[in-house]
């Protein structure tokens, strides 16, 4: 999954407010298992993160030469989920 997060904070103190338009990505995975075949059970886990920098490198030297890719993430979700799953008609 790619898109944005629009976040929107408020400081109850000093009531001073800022926003921020960060660059999401996020992982799926999940199954669906048949107990008899019209009804089953529903699996999924999902990962979703902001990117809040990245980064990249190139080097050359005399051991060698590379390149890198970094970033961070402060905002991170996982979340579990599960249900049933019917199966109509054929």
Not at 19 to 27: C, D, Q
Not at 47 to 59: C, D, E, K, L, M
């Amino acid at each position: 999954m790619l898109g944005a997060a629009f976040v929107d904070t408020k400081n109850p103190e000093t009531g001073t407010k800022q926003s921020a338009t960060k660059f999401a990505w996020g992982a799926r995975l999940g199954a669906n298992i048949w107990v008899t075949e019209a009804v089953g059970l529903k699996l999924q886990a999902q990962f979703i993160a902001t990117v809040n920098a990245a980064g990249g490198s190139v080097y050359f030297g005399t051991g060698g030469s590379g390149t890198a890719v970094t970033a961070y993430s402060s905002v991170q979700q996982f979340c579990l989920g599960g249900g049933l799953v019917f199966r109509f008609g054929h």
